[in-house]
């Protein structure tokens, strides 16, 4: 079993930037490829971000240019940096873990872009 345990979240004015960290209890980040998932109630979860493990990221378009994701896999970390926030951005964020066999899922914290 792993988890994956989230920081970052809270309140920020539009414009602003926050940065989401995820770290893993298990070396994982060299085998799978790690991902940030959003949700807002009522509607599905969507993707945000993804880093393989090879490297390669993938961006949905709402975000492209605006939240970089990376990862240091000698902290078990994955960061999701969230710059130009705008109130759209509100929901929570999931960090993912996804493997051959086995996906995981953080608890997702809470971004909320509002003056």
């Known amino acids: 079993q792993v988890q994956l345990v989230e920081s970052g979240g809270g309140l920020v004015q539009p414009g602003g930037s926050l940065r989401l960290s995820c770290t893993t209890s298990r070396s994982i980040l060299s085998v799978y490829t790690m991902g940030w998932y959003r949700q807002v109630p009522g509607k599905q979860r969507e993707l945000v971000a993804t880093?393989?493990?090879?490297?390669?990221?993938n961006y949905a378009d709402s975000v492209k240019g605006r939240f970089p994701i990376s990862r240091d896999n000698a902290k078990n970390t994955v960061y999701l940096q969230m710059n130009s926030l705008n109130p759209e951005d509100t929901a929570a964020y999931f960090c993912h873990a996804h493997g051959t066999l086995l996906d995981y899922w953080g608890l997702g914290p809470q971004v909320t872009v509002s003056s």
């Open positions: 880093s393989t493990k090879g490297g390669s990221t």
